[in-house]
């Protein structure tokens, strides 16, 4: 139900979108988030948007990341700019119809992720 997409390998201070497609329910209802993670460490929420509402995201991509919600396109996007390689992770997207915070076990609904490799 979420797919995601626009993961790669990219040197220090370069830039990468990801796209999330979501289909058998509209995003526009939904709380979307990103959430990353790294080997060896806990998933953690990245950024996220509401139905109606603020984006909010993690202090650490403050100013650096920009998350999105394409109601007609049924799809979410994050836009990472000035990347840094301890943003080095797989990329998952989430969706709960109730729930929009940073605790992961509270959505239901999860992509298989992509992976990101910043280099130095």
């Known amino acids: 139900q979420l797919v995601e997409s626009g993961g790669g390998s990219v040197q220090a201070g370069e830039s990468l979108r990801l796209t999330c497609v979501a289909s058998?329910?509209?995003?526009?209802?939904?709380?979307m988030a990103w959430f990353r993670q790294a080997p060896g460490k806990e998933r953690e929420g990245v950024a996220r948007?509401?139905?109606?509402?603020?984006?909010t995201y993690a202090d650490s991509v403050k100013g650096r990341f920009s998350i999105a919600k394409d109601n007609a396109q049924n799809t979410l996007y994050l836009q990472m700019d000035r990347l840094k390689p301890e943003d080095t992770a797989t990329y998952y997207c989430?969706?709960?119809?109730?729930?929009?915070?940073?605790?992961?076990?509270?959505?239901?609904?999860w992509g298989r992720g992509t992976q990101v490799t910043v280099s130095s």
């Open positions: 058998r329910f509209p995003v526009t209802n939904y709380c």
């Open positions: 948007v509401e139905s109606i509402g603020s984006p």
């Open positions: 989430a969706a709960d119809r109730f729930y929009c915070g940073f605790l992961p076990l509270n959505y239901n609904t």
